[in-house]
C-alpha cells in the first residue's frame, strides 16, 4: 500500500527495468554500497601503510605530526559532520515529500563542502609556507618525516577530490530538486548521501590518526 | 508522515550529530592536553567510536536489509584481514 502511494506521488521515479520502486531503491544502494566497499578498501591500504610507516619510525612520526594543525583539523570535522546531518535530514525530507527543505538542505551541504575544502585552502596555504611539502625544500630535517607528510599531502589529497566530487553531485540533486525535474522517490539522493557519509567517515578517520594519534 | 513523526524521525540524527561534535572537541583536546598512550588510544577510540555513530546515527546501517549490512561488515573483514597480515609481516621482520 505504501509503495502503490509512494508510486503514484512519484510517476517518473521508476526506471527500466525495475517494477517496483522499492525493488529500484534495493538495487541502487545495494550498486552504490559494493562501490564503497571497493573505497574501504582503497583507504584502507593508504592507512595500513601510513600505519605500517609509523610502527617502523614512530619517534620521527610525532615529530612531524606536531606541525599539523590540529585546529584547522578540527573545524573540518566539525563542519563535515554538519554536512552529514543536513545530507541525512535532507533525505528524510525528500521521504516525507518536502521538497523545498530538501532543497534548502542539499544546498546547506553543498555550501558545507565547499566551506571544508576553503578551511583545506588556508591550512594547505600555511603548511607550504613552513615548507611541510616533501622535496629539496622540506622544512624537517629527518627523512621519516617526509614520509609522514607525503602521506597528509597524498591522503588529504585524495579525500579532498573525492569532496569535490560529491560537492558536483549534491549541487546537482539540488539543481533537480528545485526545479521539480527529479522525483522526490528517486534513489539518487540516498545513494549521494551514501557516498556523502563515505567521504565523511574516511575524515572522521583521518582527523584522528594524521593529527593527533601520530603524534604519540 | 505527520509533524510528529517526522520530530522523532530526526531526532536520532540530531543526537547523533551532537555526540559527534563532542567527540570532535575531545579528540582536538586529546592532540593538545594529553600524551602518550592515552593520546594515541583515546584518539583512536573516539575515531571507532565517530565511525559507529555515524554509522548507526546518521547512514542507518541497522535500518537497510541484510544483504546491505552483509557487504558492509564483508568490506570491514577485509580491512581487519589486511591489517593482521600486514602487521604480522612487520612483526616478523622486526624480530
Known amino acids: 500500500m505504501a509503495e502503490a502511494a509512494l508510486a503514484s506521488r512519484t510517476p517518473n521515479a521508476l526506471r527500466e527495468p525495475w517494477s517496483q520502486l522499492s525493488r529500484q531503491r534495493e538495487a ?22 601510513f600505519s ?23 573545524a573540518n570535522t566539525a563542519v563535515l559532520v554538519t554536512s552529514s546531518l543536513t545530507i541525512t ?29 576553503v ?16 622535496g629539496h625544500d622540506f622544512a624537517l630535517g629527518r627523512n621519516a618525516t617526509q614520509i609522514f607528510w607525503a602521506f597528509y599531502w597524498a591522503m588529504t589529497g ?9 560537492v558536483v553531485l549534491v549541487l546537482r540533486l539540488f ?17 549521494t548521501s551514501l557516498y556523502w557519509h563515505l ?6 578517520v583521518l582527523f584522528p590518526t594524521l593529527y593527533v594519534a601520530a603524534r604519540g | 508522515m505527520t509533524a510528529k513523526a517526522q520530530r522523532v524521525a530526526w531526532l536520532g540524527p540530531i543526537l547523533a550529530w551532537v555526540v559527534l561534535l563532542f567527540a570532535t572537541a575531545a579528540v582536538a583536546w586529546l592532540g593538545v592536553g594529553a600524551s602518550g598512550g592515552l593520546r594515541f588510544g583515546g584518539a583512536l577510540a573516539l575515531a571507532a567510536l565517530m565511525l559507529g555513530t555515524l554509522a548507526f546515527g546518521l547512514v542507518g546501517v541497522g535500518r537497510n536489509p541484510a544483504l546491505l549490512r552483509l557487504v558492509a561488515g564483508a568490506a570491514f573483514l577485509f580491512l581487519a584481514l589486511m591489517f593482521f597480515l600486514s602487521f604480522a609481516d612487520l612483526m616478523t621482520r622486526l624480530r
Open chain 1, 28 to 49: 541502487a544502494t545495494l550498486g552504490m554500497w559494493l562501490f564503497l566497499m571497493s573505497e574501504m578498501l582503497f583507504f584502507g591500504a593508504l592507512f595500513m601503510a
Open chain 1, 52 to 74: 605500517f610507516s609509523r610502527a617502523l619510525d614512530p619517534a620521527a612520526f610525532a615529530e612531524a605530526a606536531r606541525h599539523a594543525e590540529i585546529a584547522y583539523g578540527a
Open chain 1, 89 to 117: 535530514i535532507a533525505v528524510r525530507a525528500a521521504d516525507a515529500a518536502r521538497g523545498k527543505l530538501a532543497a534548502r538542505l542539499l544546498a546547506a551541504t553543498a555550501t558545507l563542502g565547499v566551506a571544508f575544502l
Open chain 1, 119 to 134: 578551511i583545506k585552502g588556508f591550512e594547505y596555504r600555511d603548511d607550504l609556507r613552513h615548507h611541510l611539502f616533501p
Open chain 1, 158 to 166: 585524495v579525500h579532498a577530490i573525492h569532496l569535490t566530487v560529491g
Open chain 1, 175 to 191: 539543481w533537480l530538486v528545485r526545479r521539480g525535474r527529479m522525483s522526490l522517490a528517486s534513489p539518487q539522493l540516498e545513494v
Open chain 1, 199 to 204: 567521504v565523511d567517515a574516511f575524515w572522521i
